[in-house]
C-alpha cells in the first residue's frame, strides 16, 4: 500500500490538511489564552450596544442610539457609494485618456502621456489629501462660488438644486434604468437578426425611443412635477437641495483620476495587441472607422483588458480606505471609531477586514462573469 | 490561641520584610531592568504632552513622565525609548507588550481601566472638552452652534463628548472626522468646520502651533466631561505599577516640599525630617518600592518637580501658556494631591 501512488498522495494530503488546520487550531486557542489571561473583553456581542457617536453624511438614516452594527451598514454603504462612482469615473477617464494617447495628434497624445505619468507616479495618499487641500480652500458658503444659479461652491460641499418631489423622480428613475435595460435588449436582439439575415438595420433610434419614454412617462403620470430646490444658506449650514461633501469630493477625485491612470495604459495596452492584419482585414472588407473599432478592434481587446481591469478595480474599493486620512466616513474610518469608543479591537478589525475581502470578491466576481462574456465563444 | 496566631503573624511579617525586593518583582519589571532600557510608548505630535522637536529629542509631560519613571528604575533619565503611538494603536501596544508603559495623554475611564486588561496608575494632567472657533462668528456659548459642522478626532472622548452635548440641547451637528492631528488642523484652520472640538490643551496647542494667526480663535469657557489623563500600564504587573504611580506622586511631592532641581541637593541639608525620608536620606522608601534608596533625589534632579515640567511643557517657559487652573497642586487650589510619603 505504501508504494501505491493513489495511497500516497491522498496520505500526503491528509498529513498536510492536518498541519494546517492543526496550526490554525493552535493560533485561535493561543490568542484566547491570551486575551482570557491579560482580561481583554472579546466577542461580538457589542455590536447590539448604542454607538454613542454621529456619523457626517450617511446614505442610511443614523443617529448616535442606533446599535454599532447600524454604524457599521452606513460605513459599508459609504465605501460601495464613493467605490461604485469612482469606478467609474476611473473607466471613463481611463478610457479616454487611453484614446488621446493613442492619437495621431502630438497635443492630444501629449497630454495623455503627461496625465499617465503624473498620476501613476505619484503616491495616492498625496493625490487625496491634495484635492482635500485644494477643496477645503474654496470660498466659504457664506461667499460662495456660483457658476450657474442654483449651485452652489464652497469649502462645505458641492450644493446642487434638488427636485420638490423626490418620491416622483424616484419613479422616473426606475423607469429609466428600466429602458435601459430594454434597450440593450434590443441591441441584442437586433445584432442576432443581424448574424441571422444579414442585412444591416440602423438601430439606434429605437434605442433612443426606448430610454427616453419610459422616464418621460413615468414622470407625466405621477404628475409631471416641475418644482425645484435650491440650496440655501441658513445659519450654519446649507439648507436644501443634493449636497457632494469636501471629503466625498476629494476621494472620489482621488480614488477615480490616480486609478484612471491606471486603466488608460490597459485600454491602450488593450488595443495595441489587436493586431493590424485584423484592421487591414476589416478596411478591406469595406467597414466604416467607426465599424472598424466597434465589431472588430474592441470585442478582440476587450479580452485583454478586463483581467487586469479587475484588479485595478478591486484595488480602488480596498484604497477608498484612505478615506480616513481626509474625513471621509466610510468603513475604515467608522471602524476606527468603533474600535477606539467599543474597546473590542480585534473583533473590529476583522469585521472590516472580512468586509473590504467581500467587497472585493464581489468585485471580482462580476468582473469574471463578463470576462466570460467577451471571451472568444468556441462552438 | 491568640498569642501563637500573633506569633504567626510576627514571623510572617519579619519574614516578609527580610525577604529581598527583587524576588517580588514582575514580569514587566524583570524585562526592563535585564533590557536596560525603559520602552515608553507616547503620541509626539501634542505639544505639551510629547513632540518631537527639531533636534529629534522628544519633549513635553509624557516624556518627562517617562523620564521619571526610568530614572527610578535604572538611575538615568535618558534609558528611555519611545515608541511612537496614535490613538488607536496605543492600547494594543500595550497589551502585546510592545512598550513597558503608555504615557500618551490617555484619559482615565471606568471602561477601558476594566476591559481593556490595562490599569491607569495616577492622573498625571486634568483635561476636559472645550470648543475653538473663529472670533468672527461672534459665538459666546455652545448653546448657539446649532447646526454647526464640528471637526472632530476620531475615537476620543471628544466624538462622545460632542454627541452628548448637543444631544442635550436638542441641538444638530455635522461632524468631521479626521484621523490625522495635523490634516484636521489644516481642515480646521482653512475653515472647513465651524468649530473644532477637543481637550482644551489640545486646542490651545494647535491655536499656538498651526493657526496664521493664533488671535483669530477663541476657545469657548465652557468645557465639558472629565480628562484625567496619566501612564498606563499593563495588569500583570503590580510593582511596576507602583513604581509609576509613586513616580508621578514624588514629581507632585516634590513640588509641595518646594524642591526643585537646582536646590535638591541643598534640600539634602534640610532639618525637616520628611524632606530627608523623601529624598532618602533616612528611612527605606525606596527599599520598600524595589528601588535605590535615592531614587526621588535622582529623579527631581534630572528630570525637574511637577511645576517645572509643567513650566516647560504647557505653562510660561512654552508656546502655550497654558495657566495651571487644575493641575495647580492642591495647596494652591488645584487637584494634584500626592499621598503622604511614609
Redesign the interface.
Known amino acids: 500500500m505504501l508504494y501505491n501512488k493513489a495511497w500516497r498522495a491522498i496520505a500526503y494530503q491528509l498529513l498536510a490538511m492536518t498541519l494546517v488546520i492543526g496550526t490554525g487550531v493552535y493560533v485561535v486557542l493561543n490568542l484566547q489564552d491570551a486575551l482570557a489571561a491579560r482580561n481583554i473583553a472579546t466577542g461580538f456581542g457589542f455590536l447590539l450596544q448604542p454607538a454613542g457617536f454621529a456619523i457626517g453624511e450617511t446614505l442610511l438614516p443614523f443617529n448616535s442610539t442606533d446599535a454599532f452594527w447600524r454604524a457599521y451598514a452606513v460605513g459599508i454603504t459609504n465605501t460601495l457609494f464613493v467605490s461604485a462612482l469612482a469606478i467609474v469615473g476611473a473607466t471613463v477617464v481611463g478610457v479616454a485618456v487611453a484614446f488621446m494617447r493613442l492619437s495621431r495628434n502630438p497635443l492630444l497624445s501629449g497630454v495623455g502621456r503627461a496625465y499617465v505619468e503624473g498620476f501613476r507616479n505619484t503616491p495616492q495618499l498625496v493625490q487625496v489629501i491634495f484635492w482635500y487641500a485644494l477643496v477645503t480652500r474654496l470660498p466659504h458658503p457664506r461667499n460662495p462660488f456660483v457658476p450657474v444659479e442654483g449651485v452652489l461652491v464652497s469649502n462645505r460641499g458641492l450644493y446642487l438644486p434638488a427636485p420638490a418631489e423626490q418620491g416622483a423622480w424616484f419613479w422616473a428613475l426606475i423607469a429609466a434604468c428600466l429602458g435601459l435595460l430594454l434597450a440593450l435588449a434590443y441591441l441584442r436582439h437586433g445584432e442576432r437578426r443581424r448574424h441571422e439575415t444579414g442585412r444591416v438595420r440602423r438601430l439606434w433610434p429605437g434605442m433612443v425611443l426606448l430610454v427616453l419614454v419610459p422616464p418621460l412617462l413615468a414622470w407625466w403620470l405621477v404628475g409631471a412635477p416641475t418644482a425645484w430646490v435650491r440650496p440655501e444658506l441658513q445659519g450654519f449650514r446649507v439648507v436644501g437641495g443634493f449636497v457632494f461633501s469636501p471629503e466625498f469630493i476629494a476621494l472620489f477625485l482621488g480614488l477615480s483620476l490616480y486609478i484612471a491612470a491606471f486603466i488608460a495604459e490597459i485600454v491602450r495596452a488593450g488595443l495595441n495587441a489587436v493586431s493590424q492584419g485584423q484592421r487591414e482585414a476589416a478596411r478591406a472588407l469595406g467597414l466604416k472607422a467607426w465599424q472598424i473599432q466597434r465589431l472588430v478592434v474592441v470585442p478582440q481587446a476587450l479580452r485583454v483588458i478586463v483581467p487586469p481591469a479587475t484588479a485595478q478595480y478591486v484595488s480602488l474599493v480596498k484604497n477608498s480606505s484612505l478615506g480616513v486620512a481626509i474625513g471621509y466616513p466610510e468603513l475604515f474610518n467608522v471602524n476606527n471609531t468603533i474600535l477606539t469608543l467599543s474597546g473590542h479591537v480585534l473583533e473590529a478589525i476583522a469585521i472590516m477586514m472580512a468586509v473590504y475581502l467581500s467587497i472585493s470578491l464581489a468585485v471580482s466576481a462580476m468582473m469574471n462573469a463578463y470576462n466570460r462574456s467577451v471571451q472568444v465563444q468556441e462552438r | 490561641m491568640i498569642g501563637r496566631l500573633l506569633l504567626g503573624v510576627a514571623a510572617a511579617t519579619v519574614a516578609g520584610g527580610l525577604s529581598p525586593p527583587a524576588a517580588h518583582a514582575g514580569p514587566s519589571l524583570d524585562a526592563i531592568r535585564e533590557r536596560g532600557t525603559l520602552i515608553c510608548g507616547a503620541n509626539g505630535s501634542r505639544a505639551g504632552f510629547s513632540l518631537v522637536n527639531s533636534e529629534g529629542r522628544w519633549e513635553g509631560m509624557d516624556t518627562d513622565v517617562c523620564r521619571a519613571v526610568a530614572t527610578a528604575i535604572l538611575g538615568d533619565a535618558e534609558k528611555v525609548e519611545f515608541v511612537k503611538v496614535t490613538?488607536?494603536t496605543r492600547?494594543?501596544a500595550l497589551?502585546t507588550g510592545e512598550v513597558d508603559m503608555l504615557a500618551a495623554n490617555v484619559t482615565w475611564t471606568l471602561?477601558?481601566d476594566a476591559?481593556?486588561?490595562v490599569d491607569f496608575v495616577a492622573p498625571v494632567f486634568y483635561d476636559g472638552q472645550g470648543f475653538m472657533l473663529p472670533r468672527a462668528l461672534g459665538v459666546n456659548s455652545v448653546d448657539e452652534?446649532?447646526?454647526?459642522?464640528v471637526?472632530v478626532l476620531?475615537?476620543?472622548t471628544s466624538?462622545?463628548v460632542?454627541?452628548d452635548v448637543f444631544?442635550a440641547r436638542g441641538m444638530t451637528?455635522?461632524?468631521?472626522?479626521?484621523?490625522?492631528q495635523k490634516?484636521?488642523n489644516?481642515?480646521f484652520f482653512?475653515?472647513?468646520c465651524?468649530a473644532q472640538i477637543q481637550s482644551t490643551s489640545g486646542l490651545s496647542a494647535s491655536r499656538a502651533t498651526v493657526a496664521a494667526n493664533p488671535e483669530d480663535y477663541v476657545i469657548l469657557g465652557e468645557v465639558f466631561g472629565k480628562d484625567p489623563m496619566g501612564p498606563v500600564v499593563?495588569?500583570?504587573d503590580a510593582d511596576l505599577r507602583d513604581i509609576v504611580g509613586w513616580s508621578v506622586y514624588a514629581l507632585q511631592q516634590a513640588e509641595e516640599f518646594g524642591i526643585t532641581s537646582a536646590n535638591v541637593e541643598e534640600m539634602a541639608q534640610s532639618e525637616d525630617p520628611e524632606i530627608l525620608t523623601f529624598l532618602g536620606a533616612t528611612g527605606d522608601l525606596g527599599e520598600a518600592l524595589g528601588l535605590s534608596p535615592d531614587w526621588a533625589s535622582t529623579m527631581i534632579q534630572t528630570v525637574g518637580n511637577y511645576g517645572e515640567i509643567y513650566a516647560r511643557s504647557f505653562g510660561e517657559q512654552s508656546p502655550l501658556q497654558l495657566e495651571r487652573g487644575l493641575n495647580a497642586l492642591w495647596t494652591d487650589g488645584g487637584l494634584h494631591y500626592p499621598p503622604p510619603f511614609k
Open positions: 490613538s488607536q492600547f494594543p497589551q471602561t477601558r476591559k481593556l486588561g452652534l446649532d447646526g454647526a459642522t471637526c476620531p475615537g476620543s466624538e462622545k460632542v454627541n444631544r451637528y455635522t461632524p468631521v472626522v479626521i484621523e490625522d490634516e484636521l489644516n481642515a482653512a475653515g472647513r465651524d499593563r495588569e500583570d
